[in-house]
């Protein structure tokens, strides 16, 4: 199927769409400009712009024209090896830059060229936005200074050591800081553009892209970046009997004197081992696990929620409630009712979905 008023310039190479009917704000085109560099991540930049196109689907024009800029334009080589077609850094975008992530983003001397553009891009620009390690771009040329951010999370640690004055969170899908988005990896960059286009078009327009998309829609923005299971995968057999030990008897008290004795340690060796395999206190991993099986039990049944408390450790539902928020960004009646929203469907409502601290 051919995308109305879309412009194949080039196998790789930008995507054109034209439009001359502009009538208001929600019916007039933007232009969405991606800036990429030399071994820049493939599926950063190809998500996003294939939500946009999608944007067009069931509207009666095109509400956005989409340029891939660079340096000095021509082909960039993606760190995949895939070339794709690029037009020179000229005048930013009047409406919305969106920076893409990939190996080459984290070099201070390969994207050094690249940062006063963006300096003049946040002076000219109705927002700024960066997919994946894109936020080390943003932070290089000051536009992360005092905000909330996010990045992959594999990277998160090296972009809070790097720029101190960014409050990085690690464990977000998006994170919206005024006119400054950031997501975090690979296919994150969907979830932003989707939220972005919502934030223009309204929630039926993004539906419809998701739809033809066949995604989510859309995964929150406070939603953890992974589950808790994939983050507590400690090395040594001991802390993993500690762990298993833990999922096993979450509906029980755990404190740390118990999680020692399943390791066969003292529980000030246990303490120290666990955070310096796993990164988390064993607290924050136990909190962690319980939200994860509450999660589980809030969208796969109908248990009424002070059960669901009890039954995975909780001492009361405030403090489920609580634990929730911290780890995913929302309360339990919020994921119960997200859960149930059809994949393809958008009947329930998401509000409030993005971390807004703005």
């Known amino acids: 199927m051919q995308s109305p008023g879309v412009d194949m310039i080039q196998a790789g190479s930008q995507i054109g769409v034209s439009n001359d009917h502009k009538t208001s704000f929600s019916d007039m085109q933007r232009e969405i400009g991606f800036l990429i560099f030399p071994d820049f991540q493939l599926l950063d930049l190809a998500g996003p712009i294939a939500a946009f196109q999608m944007a067009g689907y069931n509207l009666d024009s095109e509400p956005y024209r989409v340029r891939v800029l660079s340096e000095a334009g021509g082909l960039i080589r993606s760190s995949v090896g895939v070339t794709v077609q690029s037009e020179a850094c000229g005048d930013p975008p009047r409406d919305t830059l969106v920076v893409v992530g ?44 005092g905000r909330a951010a996010t990045t992959h999370w594999r990277y998160a640690a090296d972009l809070q050591c790097r720029f101190p004055r960014v409050r990085v969170d690690g464990d977000r899908i998006f994170v919206r800081d005024g006119s400054i988005w950031t997501s975090a990896g690979i296919t994150a960059g969907i979830d932003l553009a989707l939220a972005l286009m919502e934030a223009d078009l309204g929630r039926d327009a993004a539906c419809a892209a998701s739809r033809e998309l066949v995604v989510y829609h859309r995964r929150p923005g406070g939603q953890s970046q992974f589950s808790a299971s994939l983050a507590l995968d400690p090395p040594s057999d001991r802390m993993g009997q500690a762990l298993g030990f833990a999922r096993a008897h979450l509906h029980e008290p755990l404190p740390v004197e118990r999680l020692a004795g399943a390791a066969c340690l003292s529980p000030r060796q246990f303490g120290r081992a666990f955070l310096a395999e796993t990164g988390q206190t064993p607290a924050k991993a136990i909190e962690r696990l319980r939200a994860e099986a509450a999660r589980l039990r809030l969208e796969n049944s109908r248990e009424p929620i002070e059960m669901i408390a009890r039954g995975v450790g909780f001492a009361d539902p405030e403090r489920m409630r609580r634990a929730l928020l911290r780890v995913y960004g929302q309360p339990p009646q919020a994921l119960r009712r997200i859960a149930r929203v059809p994949v393809l469907g958008c009947e329930a409502s998401d509000r409030d979905q993005s971390t807004d601290v703005g």
């Open 102 to 145: 990939g190996v080459g983003s984290r070099s201070i001397t390969a994207v050094a060229p690249l940062l006063g553009f963006v300096q003049r891009a946040a002076a000219v620009s109705r927002r700024i936005a960066s997919v994946c390690t894109g936020a080390f771009i943003l932070a290089g040329a000051g536009l992360l200074d």
